[in-house]
């Protein structure tokens, strides 16, 4: 069960110390100061929208299904704490490698790309010209119109081609043939239907839900392996093209660090923006997040950042609160800082 | 030169199929001209073959990106060149070149959004356009199953004198919408070819039973008894699922098609069961638009639809291939309440029109209703529509008018099934036309055995075998 291995591996890593109404949050991607932080602080960028559509019920229905199983039992704070055999099970499953904080859901528009370039080429081949694209989307269409412009897409040349570059990149990625199959079922070509979510699940035995997130997962794989060899698949690495983030900061947050670098202070561009400080300060947290060289001390001494990392170190929390009334003379900004900074 | 010779010459055909030179001939004449004719009927020849006799380029607006493109598509398939689809892709020099020559065009197609922006209402000003066709025209009233509002401007920017004849093109439309569509669109005395509804191969038949719970069994036993192709139509997503399943339990290849599914997923099964590769479809009303498939024997309703023109549309796409086919519509007591109760929850209550004034005396932008589940999308879009129409209070009443009409439709197709008369006869006579004679097996009234119209159901295996990735590659790329 996918979605309840995704789980259980969330609520592990927030151990305890946040509501499991974060781990939906989390999953849908929410862009709120609340879930970045949680993101930075208990290292969960996998699995940042990967489901932007999750729903509440289901959510629950699988929350509910992990506590029946008991590897998951709920404390008095809402927080869903994992047990010692989900833990063991945890530990005995393969590790997941969604990359969900650089894809956002753009792994599905690389696939639409990619879906119609091979219908194109399927139809062409049997002289079908007149075929009804699947991918209805017109900027996915004009997409693959340029890049099929200038390449002798009618040649049964350029699409063997094309096969055999696919082939061979899906060959060598680190899934299960059954997640290979997946990805190509989802696809169509002439006189050849896709596969319909429930009719996979049933060939799989497996969940609708689950045998999304497989392709998800071996979307992210595969773009992470595309982006790392740009000139082994050139035709996969094109279709590819502005998929993956390469800028991650949403676009109040990047307006806060121009100003930032410009020599303004966070009071000051609270002001010039009309934003709450509070605001502000969700954007710093971003920022600390995903910049390696964010400039910590400019906001705490090294020494109070050491003290802080100590006390998380020692009580093993990550809490606020907790880490405040040990050194109650630094601000909860200067915390969530310390918390968020990469590679802390 | 004949008119036969121009479709001989330049699109290969040797004859006209019906309507199609009754509808050219007025156009010709100036007429302004209303064509009902059915998907896959040649509808788009009204327009493209007097491309070749009239002066001036003829507009066509679209409402959908890919039927637009389509139709292009098709033009250039029969040799001509000198047609544009302007739409938002057009960027640039590329927009700025083509809208330099726009006049030398000979079919010009638009989208109504597209239209309605200033950059090209100067353009069109400056141009004559010899005919002014509006495709998919049941979308201008609000008693089509897609309305949309942006084709209700159409008519006020085509211009008051001096006008070209304009064509209204629609598979689909009762007499309700004709007018509208006349009305809207402001046309003058036209003339009208409407297709006959009378369809002899199929057969009508309906099933009453004492309770709404008897309707899966009757239902799931007929199909296992029966050949299909065949679609079941039903009200609901969850009893889509429901039959499907049921369906697939009995060994039987079904899906179930709803709108809440994914795009692809729908699309997949449309071409699964053109394939042959499904037999059964349970759908709610959102299956068929963009279906072409000859050999569907069997539609099957477990409900009353909301007009006559949707259960007309539904059963229409059973025998398209001109063998018998078989339409049965399984009724229950209660059914004309329930279809009332899912049809009149679509329209905007008063309710929803004071909480539209709120945001608009606060100056905020009322579809903040629908971010904050006020409202469904659908139900807003009439809603924004006749908020910029009408006062609050005139709002209103129409939406009262409009829940009133609504129901006396649905009032109509209760009738129709419990009428103690020829169904076929009732249909064409709902749509203002009249019956020659009667085919043997006509309907539930006149007399009907099932056995006579579809054959008792063989054995057809379910198996679908899996491929390993690579197979499956190269069959999509051999
Ligand atoms: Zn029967
Ligand atoms: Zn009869």
Known sequence: MYIQQVLLS??????????????????????????????????????????????????????????????????????????????????????????????????????????LVVQTLSHFHAGDYRFMPLQKDEEIQHFVKQFLMGKPYKETNFKNQFRDELEESIQQLPIDDKHKLTIVLRITGYRLSGWTWQQLAEEFDATELDMQLILIESLHIWLDDLYAKRNQYPFLHQLAAGIRLENVLNDSTKKTADLYYNGYTPDQIAQVRSLKISTIEDHFVEMAMNDIDFPLNQFISEEDANKARDVMRQTGSKKLKVIRESIPHLSYFQIRLVMAIKGG | MKLEDILYRHFGYEAFREGQKEVIEAILEGRDAVALLPTGMGKSLCYQLPGYILNGPILIISPLLSLMQDQVDSLKRFGEKRVIALNSFLQGSEKLHALQRIATYRYIFISPEMLATDSIQRVFQKIDFSLIVVDEAHCISQWGFDFRPDYLKIASWIPKRNRPPILALSATATEQVVIDIKTYLKMIHPFEYIHSVERPNIHYDVINLPSVDEKLPWIINHVVQTEGPGIIYTQSRK????????????????????????????????????????????????????????????????????????????????????????????????????????????????????????????????????????????????????????????????LEDLRRQKVEQIREVANFVEAQKCMREGLVSYFGQSLEEKPPNCCHFCGINHQDIVAKREFHPVSRNRPSWQERLQALMP
Not at chain 1, 76 to 82: L, S
Not at chain 1, 95 to 112: A, Q, S, T, V
Not at chain 2, 269 to 281: R, V
Not at chain 2, 377 to 396: D, F, N
Request: proline share 2%.
């Open chain 2, 239 to 398: 009893k889509t699922l429901l039959y499907a399943d049921e369906l697939q339990k009995k060994q039987i290849r079904a899906a179930a098609y709803h709108a809440g599914m994914e795009m692809e997923d729908r699309q997949f099964i449309q071409q699964q069961f053109q394939s042959g590769e499904l037999e059964w479809i349970c759908a709610t009303t959102a299956f068929g638009m963009g279906i072409h498939k000859d050999n569907v024997y069997q539609v099957l309703h477990d409900h009353i639809p909301a007009t006559m023109a949707n259960y007309m549309q539904e059963v229409g796409r059973a025998g398209r291939d001109g063998k018998d086919a078989l339409a049965i519509l399984v009724h229950s007591p209660k059914d004309e309440d329930h279809t009332r109760f899912i049809v009149t929850e679509d329209l905007p209550s008063s309710y929803h029109v004071e909480v539209f004034k709120e945001y608009q005396r606060l100056e905020q932008d009322p579809k903040k209703m629908i971010d904050l589940n006020q409202i469904s999308e659908t139900v807003y879009r009439v809603l924004s529509y006749w908020m910029t129409q009408l006062p609050a209070e005139k709002v209103i009443q129409k």
């Open chain 1, 10 to 115: 969330i609520f592990s890593s927030m151990n305890g110390q946040r509501s499991s109404k974060a781990a939906l949050h989390l999953l849908r991607g929410k862009r709120s100061g609340q879930t970045i932080q949680d993101v930075g602080t208990f290292h969960l960028h996998k699995y940042f929208g990967i489901l932007p559509k999750l729903s509440k019920n289901t959510f629950t229905d699988e929350l509910n299904q992990l506590i029946d199983a008991g590897w998951v039992h709920i404390n008095d704070g809402q927080q869903a704490i994992i047990t010692a055999r989900g833990k063991t099970l945890l530990q005995q499953s393969k590790e997941l490698l969604f990359n969900g904080w650089y894809y956002r859901g753009n792994e599905h528009i690389f696939f639409k790309r990619l879906s």
